[in-house]
């Protein structure tokens, strides 16, 4: 799942990345052969007609068994990404739409805005945990958007079975500029200091943990900005320290692959891959899609622990043991192993994401507490804050 022209080290470091390489990767092309159940190939992109992949998929075990292999093996070795046209039908997209616009045209009378990961805040729109606002505004359109088939076969195809779908509108509306390229969640939302801080097997498995989807609300001509991707990237094993760089944002920029979508159309790719929303340049095409990011059932502790009451408890001790002379690192060290220091999932709406790709985590929150000196009923107050932020309603 990750090539590069040099055997891959433990550590995969900014410093280190090499645009060679990445062509290296590159120069692999896909293969019709390879994917027997595609009807044709369209920008190195495996083109599948829903109606034909469900009928394989459904038609045995042992035909199953060949459809979700081919498509995980084109996420993963191949061009990391497939289209199935027709995936969801027209009218059902619509009645989701109209769920869609009715929440967006609530959000603008709040005043509120959405802010965006890759892309200027307000520039466009957005409807951060569209799943459960869907479900709740209208749970007949939710049942008979998610009775899908094709998601179903994608998502187990990448995940196997129990995994989780959450869901974020994205409408970029005339005019309406696009993303830097990027990789998604989890890693994907990291700095490239960050990652680099992760072990190069980490950077392996954080493709396996989530699969990315998109589904056409409207026709998207090249016109209207639909995704702009770069086949096979998501093998370039630095992809995840070397996005954020000059020289890969230009290629990326120069070389990618763009296909019109029309309305119900769907895109399932790799996290990995490297891809950006592309800019709409249309003069009347408010570009609507609905991004899915499926989760993985393993992504979960074993246990529930209550991390705030954890942080709670010992931070009192924390602050004595600071004014003793414990050292920084060991104080770090206590509060890693107490706090939770990864920052999602959250509400983007109410815990958006300020001054980088991710909001604080419940870690940050602590250790900035600690080093102010804050007392132990500031702390609370903070932790209470950020808790009641991150809830979905």
């Given at each position: ?7 891959t080290?433990?550590?995969l470091?900014?410093?280190d990345?090499?645009?060679a390489?990445?062509l ?12 027997p ?21 459904t ?5 199953r ?8 093996r ?8 497939i289209v199935?046209?027709g995936?969801?039908?027209a ?5 989701v739409?109209?769920?869609f ?8 009378s ?8 890759f892309?200027?805040?307000?520039a466009n729109?957005r ?12 749970p007949?359109?939710?049942?008979d958007?998610y009775?899908?088939d094709?998601?179903a076969?994608?998502a ?5 079975p ?6 974020q509108v ?27 801080r ?9 493709q396996a943990?989530?699969l ?5 609300h409207?026709?998207m001509?090249?016109e209207s900005?639909p995704t702009?991707y770069?086949?096979h990237?998501?093998?370039y094993a ?15 920029v120069a070389?990618?692959?763009?296909l019109p979508l029309?309305?119900?159309d769907a895109?399932?790719f ?5 891809h ?5 340049r ?5 570009r ?7 989760s ?20 009192p001790?924390?602050l ?7 050292g920084e690192r060991?104080?770090?060290?206590a ?5 939770e220091?990864?920052?999602f999932p959250?509400?983007?709406d ?12 419940q ?10 000196g ?5 702390l609370?107050?903070?932790l ?10």
């Amino acid at each position: 799942m990750t090539l590069t022209a040099r055997p891959t080290p433990a550590w995969l470091l900014p410093q280190d990345c090499r645009l060679a390489d990445l062509l290296e990767v590159l120069a692999d092309r896909t293969r019709i052969e390879e994917h027997p159940h595609a009807s044709r190939l369209e920008g190195q992109v495996p083109v599948y007609a829903a109606a034909r992949l469900v009928a394989a998929a459904t038609a045995g075990a042992e035909s199953r068994r060949d459809v979700l292999g081919e498509i995980a093996r084109g996420l993963a070795d191949g061009p990391g990404i497939i289209v199935v046209e027709g995936a969801f039908e027209a009218e059902v997209v619509d009645r989701v739409t109209a769920a869609f616009e009715a929440t967006i045209d609530e959000q603008r009378s709040a005043g509120t805005a959405s802010g965006d990961h890759f892309a200027k805040p307000g520039a466009n729109d957005r409807v951060w945990n569209a799943l459960e606002k869907l479900a709740v505004a209208d749970p007949e359109a939710f049942v008979d958007y998610y009775a899908n088939d094709v998601l179903a076969i994608a998502a187990t195809a990448w995940l196997g079975p129990g995994y989780q779908v959450t869901s974020q509108v994205n409408v970029v509306n005339p005019g309406g500029a696009g993303q830097t390229v990027h990789r998604d969640y989890h890693l994907g939302f990291q700095s490239d200091e960050t990652c680099a801080r992760y072990p190069a097997h980490v950077h392996a498995l954080s493709q396996a943990l989530t699969l990315q989807g998109a589904v056409a609300h409207c026709d998207m001509p090249v016109e209207s900005g639909p995704t702009l991707y770069l086949p096979h990237s998501q093998k370039y094993a630095y992809g995840y320290v070397a996005y954020q760089r000059p020289e890969f944002q230009e290629y990326f920029v120069a070389h990618h692959v763009q296909l019109p979508l029309a309305k119900g159309d769907a895109v399932f790719f790799n996290p990995a891959l490297f891809h950006a929303a592309g800019t709409n340049r249309s003069a009347g095409i408010r570009r609507m899609a609905n991004l899915l990011q499926v989760s993985s059932a393993f992504g979960r502790t074993m246990e529930t622990v209550d991390r705030q009451r954890v942080v709670e408890a010992v931070y009192p001790t924390l602050l004595a043991r600071r004014a003793a002379g414990m050292g920084e690192r060991a104080l770090a060290n206590a509060v890693a192993a107490g706090a939770e220091a990864y920052a999602f999932p959250t509400n983007l709406d109410r815990d958006q994401p300020v001054g980088g790709m991710a909001p604080p985590s419940q870690a940050d929150v602590v250790a900035h507490a600690l080093a102010e000196g804050s007392d132990p009923a500031e702390l609370h107050r903070r932790l209470d804050a950020q808790a009641d932020a991150r809830r979905s309603h």
